[in-house]
């Protein structure tokens, strides 16, 4: 497969892990890793406006998603004059790229060079690794993939093992969407394990679920991860009042303490790809400060200061 269309920020990353960068002609809107990948053709975009608070968005994408399937559309007219050998999608999730159906569509019926289709559904950390291997397959590079999954067991397992030397592990909530209110599923619970934690709201290897303050307050975490879908670092921060204005937050222990964190959710947690080792490694840093450190802090996460919470 020489000429490839990546539409999912994740397979763009696998497919680069794998040595094979140089053959993405296309990608979608929303692939911005490594460097240099914001120069390729974006074959998707939005159907709706992306600005404005988590509530407004959270409407406007159900608002789509009632008359649709996906809340992102195809250029078809782009992906033809491409002439990709391979196109590579998802069908985890509606929210998280352009859907299989659309894509499906427009191979069968307006692209020219009739690509295969290869489409990923990881919803949990064994779905993410069984993918990393199909990509490589359909690229002609198992022995690569191989040896990036083999790279990817080591780091987490030493991750891991420093945990376990530790052996206490905090009870953690980790939030993917502030308004409304939604846990972290799918291999964010693994991830949190591995780190040395325990979620106590997330459930491994089934999608984000929404979440009532009562539930989350119930919970009692000791530490409160924010990784909203999309949001980088200052984009969290500045939806934090959907949080902060709400009288549950100041009666969070995690919030009296100074036990808050905002993370690069878009870069990291939210892409089921290669850096969710890093994402593990950010949350060792978080859970055990002052004996594990991979240099993640400033860039990765930051510490809610208590006046901002």
């Keep these: 497969m020489n000429r490839v269309v990546s539409l999912l920020p994740s397979s763009t990353e696998i497919i680069h892990a794998l040595g094979c960068g140089e053959r993405i002609v296309g990608r979608s809107h929303e692939c911005d890793y490594p460097a240099g990948i914001t ?47 391979l196109v590579v999608t998802q069908s985890q999730c509606e929210l998280c790229a352009v859907s299989l159906a659309d894509v499906q569509a427009a191979v069968r019926e307006l692209v020219r060079s009739r690509p295969e289709v290869l489409s990923l559904e ?36 030493a991750i891991a093992g420093r945990a376990r030397e530790i052996g206490r592990r905090p ?7 502030y308004d409304p209110l939604m846990a ?7 991830l949190v394990e591995i780190a040395g934690g325990e979620d106590v709201l997330g459930v491994r290897g089934e999608h984000s679920a ?24 200052a984009r969290s921060r500045r939806e934090l009042a959907a949080l902060t204005g709400r009288p549950e937050w100041m009666r969070l222990e995690a919030v009296q303490r100074g036990a808050v964190f905002v993370t690069d959710g878009n870069q990291f947690f939210n892409r089921p790809g290669p850096r ?28 809610l200061e208590a006046d901002a919470a």
């Design 39 to 85: 120069a390729l053709p974006p074959c998707t975009a939005p159907k709706f406006d992306t600005n404005g608070t988590s509530r407004e968005i959270d409407e406007r994408v159900k608002a789509v998603l009632q008359d649709a399937v996906s809340v992102y559309s195809v250029d078809t007219a782009l992906l033809d004059e491409l002439a990709p050998d």
């Design 171 to 177: 009870r953690v909530a980790c939030i993917e969407w």
């Design 184 to 190: 972290a599923g799918n291999w964010v619970p693994e």
């Design 276 to 303: 969710l080792v890093e994402s593990a490694e950010i949350l060792a840093e978080i859970l055990h400060p002052d004996a594990i450190s991979f240099g993640h802090e400033g860039a990765g996460w930051e510490r």
């Design 210 to 233: 929404w979440l009532e303050w009562e539930a989350l307050e119930e919970a009692k975490p000791e530490a409160v991860v924010l990784m909203p879908c999309g949001f980088d670092i």
């Design 122 to 157: 990881p919803n949990e950390l064994k779905d993410v690794w069984r993918d990393i291997a199909s990509v490589a397959k359909a690229l002609g590079v198992s022995e690569s993939g191989d040896e990036l999954l083999s790279d990817l067991h080591e780091r987490l397992d």
